[in-house]
């Protein structure tokens, strides 16, 4: 491979929550002496980023002035370009595209503009914490459509329950995940097109959470929310970042693309309300260098490295880990794994599972806090010999002691 997804990188000391969090009392427990941590709780990536990010943000930052400043035009561009050879997408314009500081900030401001306080939100379930801490501060009711596991071991979105939960809840907004965070599930297109039309039949307005678009597992393809159908182009609000897919969440920026000119109007002003959702001039250039043609390559090589972790850890997880399930994730670098049958056998909590792993540098994550009563999730965006470690130490320290 031309980049370099093997080197381990030390990330101590250098602001990395994955790491220096550690044992700090709400992240995992500090390991028993003799064992280092693996990181695979935060969903960061412990890879060095395309080099073209660092690139263009010295370049900039050579120039010894960082007032006020508007978007370069070359970072619209980007984004254009970036959408047609990625996803597909045609008839982007500048206008359509509009700055987040974060996904879960445009969430809530395009729910603010679909809602009242008080009202309830379609979300299905797993549910990524960060909408369920996000809309509960806001002062939104959750109600969840549960996924649904099929013969093949596949999650599917359960039609009937999100018809009967909008009607009886009078719902008229709903968080869709794409790829859904924490499953993994890349939707086909015929479940999002089915998915759209209940939202149109029942006016329900739609925040399509897509920063996970770029991380497509095993020759699996993403279909964006706003291209199956002209109804579902107009009653939905986008959001990207190039911040799962570069590692740039430190640097903060995403965006939305909203083709409704009412909507976007609406949505751009609730989003300047604080007057703080403003671009970071360094994130801007960071965006910039990762959408490049180097960038693509970059992530074309990534997604390799991700498959093969994903396949070897759901295989080894299969293998080794009776009573542990996991149904194979099509995108993003989460694994989630459903641990009841082993707990049951083992008379066994999640939490004394979950501090086992702590003690030998496993450094998971708790599933509850995705809705899971029995799950796990983890991080496998590290070098294959990280990977490889953390699940040996799972087989002789953890599930088969």
Not at 36 to 56: C, E, K, Q, S
Not at 329 to 350: A, R
């Amino acid at each position: 491979m031309k980049y370099d997804f093997e080197s381990i990188i030390d990330r101590r000391g250098l602001d990395a929550l994955a790491v220096d969090a550690i044992g700090t009392g709400w992240a995992p427990d500090s390991p028993k002496d003799g064992f280092d941590v693996i990181p695979m709780w935060v969903a960061d990536m412990n890879f060095p980023t395309v080099p073209t990010v660092g690139r263009a943000i010295t370049e900039r930052v050579l120039h010894p002035a960082f007032g006020y400043f508007e978007p370069r035009d070359e970072y619209f561009d980007s984004i254009i370009r970036w959408q047609k050879e990625r996803n597909g997408v045609t008839e982007l314009s500048p206008e359509h595209i509009g700055y987040e500081n974060g996904v879960l900030g445009g969430v809530i401001s395009a729910i603010n503009t679909f809602c009242s306080r008080g009202d309830n939100v379609l979300v299905h379930g797993p549910i990524y914490m960060g909408f369920s801490h996000s809309l509960k501060n806001s002062g939104y009711n959750i109600v969840l459509s549960p996924l649904v596991l099929d013969e093949n071991g596949v999650w599917r979105m359960d039609f009937e329950d999100m018809e009967n939960k909008i009607s009886q809840n009078n719902i008229h907004a709903a968080i869709f995940c794409s790829p859904h965070n924490p499953t993994g599930r890349v939707w086909e297109r015929w479940e999002i097109e089915k998915a759209m039309e209940i939202f149109r039949k029942h006016d329900v307005y739609v925040v399509s959470d897509e920063i996970w678009s770029d991380i497509i597992l095993n020759g699996n393809k993403h279909i964006p929310t706003q291209s199956v159908s002209e109804d579902a182009r107009n009653r939905t609000v986008a959001l990207y970042a190039p911040s799962k897919t570069f590692n740039l969440a430190g640097l903060i920026g995403s965006y939305h693309i909203i083709y409704n000119k009412r909507l976007r109007d609406r949505v751009l002003k609730e989003s300047s309300l604080s007057h703080y959702n403003s671009m970071n001039m360094l994130s801007m250039y960071a965006l910039i260098g990762a959408y490049k043609p180097e960038g693509e390559a970059w992530v074309d090589e990534l997604c390799e490295v991700l498959s093969n972790n994903v396949n070897y850890a759901c295989d080894y997880i299969n293998a080794h880990f009776d009573g542990v399930t996991v149904s194979r994730p099509q995108g993003t670098y989460m694994v989630f794994i459903d641990c009841g049958e082993w707990l049951k056998n083992h008379n066994s909590t999640l939490g004394e599972l979950l501090k086992s792993g702590w003690d030998v540098g496993v450094a998971w994550q708790d599933g509850r806090q995705h809705g899971g009563t029995t799950h796990i999730r983890l991080n496998l965006a590290l070098p294959f010999s990280r990977v490889k470690e953390a699940l040996e130490r799972m087989n002789k320290y953890v599930f088969n002691t």
